[in-house]
């Protein structure tokens, strides 16, 4: 699968694949030390989004979209729980 060019198009589709699929959505974070490249995989086996970058600036980006998807997979749950 190819990597997208800018974040945002990426944070974008990200959200939007997850809020499709919230059950079968998985976020994977991958740093290689070899190259500096941190990168970060969104799938749902269907569809495969993928970011590269080795810029510090762009590590704190990642950072809030994986936090924001963290928070609606947590409030997903709870919201879940409460009504069964």
């Known amino acids: 699968m190819p990597y ?5 198009e990426f944070a974008r589709a990200a959200e939007k694949l997850y809020l499709t699929a919230p059950m079968k959505v998985r976020v994977v974070l991958k740093y290689r030390y070899c190259d500096g490249n941190l990168r970060i995989k969104v799938t749902d086996d269907a569809v495969c ?12 980006k990642i950072e809030k979209l994986h936090g924001k998807l963290m928070r609606l997979m947590v409030s997903k749950e709870s919201g879940a729980m409460e009504t069964d």
Do not use: C, G
């Not at 997208?4 to 945002?8: D, N, R, S």
């Not at 989004?49 to 704190?60: H, M, N, R």
């Open 4 to 8: 997208y060019q800018t974040w945002e």
């Open 49 to 60: 989004l993928q970011y590269k970058t080795d810029q510090a600036q762009d590590v704190k």
